[in-house]
């Protein structure tokens, strides 16, 4: 006798279509999630929904329009965009910049990453249903929006850094406003720890979820809080400095056991790491100009660079290849961390729960505008 | 003729028409609690410091298009709320909302167990939407949802047993009378049983930690995901309404009902010239601002460590505090 499966007690995996209009999947993210009960058994992660082509765009802008395309990846952490690519050109053209530069770029670049942690903090936490948190750490980044308001006049979008340095000097007064911003950003760090980094619940939604080993993060080519939180070290700013890293006293926070609540510890730690920065950036701010000697048309000499930095969510690098004749790059290449990271989401995913889903989006902190580009 | 149809009838009525205005006046409450709480101002167009945000909401609600999904299975889906709301508003009919007969609808001497078995009608609210939606997001949360609703239910009405001993009566009435007699709030004697009446009661009516089934991040909304208009703000009401129940019901049992805090104590008899509703409301209001406060504090639960919580640490505790209860109460 065969025994076939009664068509009343057949079992079947639900697929269930997470976004790309969906709450949690921070943008137009979505996720083909196949389950079994509540256990997700597979996903396919779906993107580019708003790939723009900034890459091929800017084969066709010249140099300096390019820092505006740059904005619109990282939406979220605009300034390191510029600063990366700024770099890049400055690295491919030989070109100094003055210290004071230098230290200013550090700044914004710290600010922006104060600002980009506090949106994943608010939310992370409000994935898993800590809503206070979300519009507490949106409080703080209203002041940072604030201070790059000063600065250069847009709360977004900043398009603030220039080849060869910055457009403007810091106006009168701006850096004790950020000195005072610091002190208002240490009070309030605590305030979400006290919510969070003891809270039973968030302790049992948050450890032993996500466990990814060093050598699979590696593997991966996980970077930036996922890469350290599994206990790898590697944060460029220490190995291979840029601006005026090198300068600084400053440490990176490791996890140890690469689950959800390491990357959340890092993150945090990471604004304190963030806050001593800025303050050692602003005691020692040197005088000077804040743009060096850069040709009027910029236009490099044949050849090609890489150049990577810190960003909020990891190694943010440029490749950029200049066939020496033309205003504008010949190949023009992002390595975007928010793209490297999330294919570590599939098997970080794979063998959880349905809730876990939008924590792990959450921890592996992707902002899509860059991932699709 | 008067007093058996007309006063009850009253009475109704002005009831079911109070617990919807409380209903609505509680979400503006919470809304204003946890706005303050995140550092915020919360409504404040309508209506000085928003006050009227509480009518013009319902009417929006009413004012929505009430859209039907193609696939569903149509009279289900007007069921679902309906079953939602009604439960919740029945159970009002055997609360004391003061020592004087005019303010309660009817003492009847099993009210607790009619509490108990009226708002599990409420459960079927929610599975019928969530499979009546034909819809998967719906249908995951209508899951967990019946399956968390039947798992707390065990525990709290486990822990209303212990509750039953010491007070030798399940007339809601009978109760508060016994706090009278007994000289105290029963939360003094069944600290233990109250907090797992609280914990399960925040369960029960879906509210956060526990608000699973309404995840708006997982699931876009839960059970109620397809509806809209009138038929979504009646879940809406549900859950409010629950809440309200689940205050009031806590009151009578842990807080003294409508009593003054220790009401054979002489020296605090200066207290008397407070209407006894006003003891009651004010207590009332005491827990709403308690749920709201927690769901402004905490993330949520997952599904799996609710159940564990459920069936391995609250069950297990009912049990016990029963057992403990009964000798206790032999022996004394």
């Known amino acids: ?373 | 003729m008067i007093d058996t149809i007309v006063i009850p009838l009253l009475k109704i009525a002005v009831l079911v028409n109070g617990v919807l205005v409380a209903v609505t006046f509680t979400v503006l409450m919470e809304r204003k609690v946890i706005a303050w709480a995140q550092s915020r101002l919360g409504p404040m167009r309508v209506g000085p410091y928003g006050i009227l945000q509480a009518i013009v909401d319902p009417i929006k609600l009413i004012l929505k298009e009430d859209i039907t999904p193609a696939k569903a299975d149509k009279w289900m889906f007007t069921l679902a709320p309906i079953l939602s709301l009604v439960p919740a508003l029945v159970v009002f009919a055997v609360v004391p909302f003061g020592g004087d007969e005019l303010f309660y609808v009817t003492d009847i001497n099993v009210g607790l167990l009619f509490i108990i078995a009226v708002t599990s009608i409420g459960v079927y609210g929610i599975i019928l939407a969530g499979w009546a939606s034909n819809s998967k997001y719906p249908l995951l949360a209508s899951l967990r949802a019946s399956a968390q609703l039947i798992s707390y239910e065990i525990a709290v009405t486990m822990t209303l047993v212990s509750v039953i001993l010491t007070a030798g009566t399940l007339s809601m009435i009978g109760i508060v009378e016994a706090q009278q007699e007994a000289g105290f709030w029963f939360f003094f004697v069944q600290p233990v049983a109250f907090v797992l009446v609280l914990i399960g009661g925040l369960a029960e009516t879906n509210r956060a930690p526990f608000d699973m089934p309404e995840a708006e991040q997982e699931l876009t909304g839960g059970f109620h995901t397809e509806y809209s208009g009138m038929r979504f703000s009646m879940f809406f009401l549900a859950e409010y309404a629950n809440m309200l129940v689940i205050s009031a019901v806590v009151v009578v049992l842990f807080w003294g009902g409508w009593l003054r805090p220790f009401p054979n104590v002489a020296a605090l008899s200066f207290l008397d010239f407070i209407p006894s509703w006003v003891w009651f409301f004010g207590k009332m209001f005491g827990f709403l601002y308690l749920f709201i406060w927690i769901r402004a504090t905490l993330p949520r639960y997952r599904y799996d460590q609710l159940m564990r919580l459920g069936w391995k640490i609250l069950i297990p505790i009912a049990i016990g505090n029963i057992v403990v209860t009964a000798v206790v109460k032999v022996l004394l």
């Open chain 1, 1 to 373: 006798m065969t025994t076939a499966p009664s068509p009343m007690f057949d079992t079947d995996e639900l697929v269930i279509n997470m976004g790309p209009q969906h709450p949690s999947t921070h943008g137009v993210l979505r996720l083909v999630l196949k389950l079994d009960g509540e256990k997700v058994k597979d996903v396919d992660v779906v993107m580019g929904y708003v790939h723009r082509g900034i890459e091929k765009l800017s084969e066709n802008r010249d140099w300096t329009q390019i820092i505006l395309l740059t904005d619109r990846m990282d939406y979220v952490a605009a300034a390191t965009n510029n600063l990366g690519y700024c770099e890049t050109v400055e690295k491919l053209m030989e070109i100094e910049v003055p210290r004071r530069a230098r230290y200013i770029r550090t700044i914004l670049a710290e600010l922006q990453r104060i600002a980009s942690h506090c949106l994943w903090l608010g939310t992370h936490a409000m994935d898993i249903g800590a809503m206070t948190v979300f519009l507490y750490a949106f409080r703080e980044r209203e002041l940072i929006l604030d201070l790059f308001e000063e600065y250069c006049g847009a709360r977004l979008t900043y398009n603030s850094m220039r080849v060869g340095g910055l457009p403007l000097d810091i106006p009168t007064g701006w850096d004790e406003k950020v000195r005072a911003f610091c002190d208002v950003m240490e009070a309030k760090v605590p305030e979400y720890e006290e919510l969070l980094t003891n809270n039973r619940i968030w302790l049992e939604r948050t450890r032993g979820i996500g466990v990814i080993s060093a050598e699979d993060a590696i593997g991966l080519g996980l970077c930036g809080p996922p890469l350290r939180g599994s206990a790898v070290y590697r944060d460029v700013r220490k190995d291979e400095p840029y601006a005026a890293y090198d300068e600084f006293d400053f440490e990176v926070p490791l996890g140890t056991r690469g689950d959800t609540y390491d990357r959340y510890l890092i993150r945090l730690e990471e604004f304190r790491q963030s806050i001593r920065i800025i303050r050692q950036a602003l005691d020692g701010l040197p005088e000077g100009p804040v743009m060096g000697k850069v040709p009027r048309l910029l236009k490099p000499k044949a050849g090609e660079t890489y150049h990577a930095i810190e960003s909020p969510k990891g190694e943010l690098g440029y490749f950029i290849v200049s066939d020496g004749r033309a205003t504008n790059p010949y190949r023009f290449r992002v390595r975007p961390p928010s793209f490297c990271n999330l294919q570590g989401l599939r098997p970080l995913v794979i063998g959880h729960l349905v809730a876990d889903v939008v924590a792990l989006i959450g921890t592996i902190d992707v902002v899509l505008g860059e991932v699709d580009r």
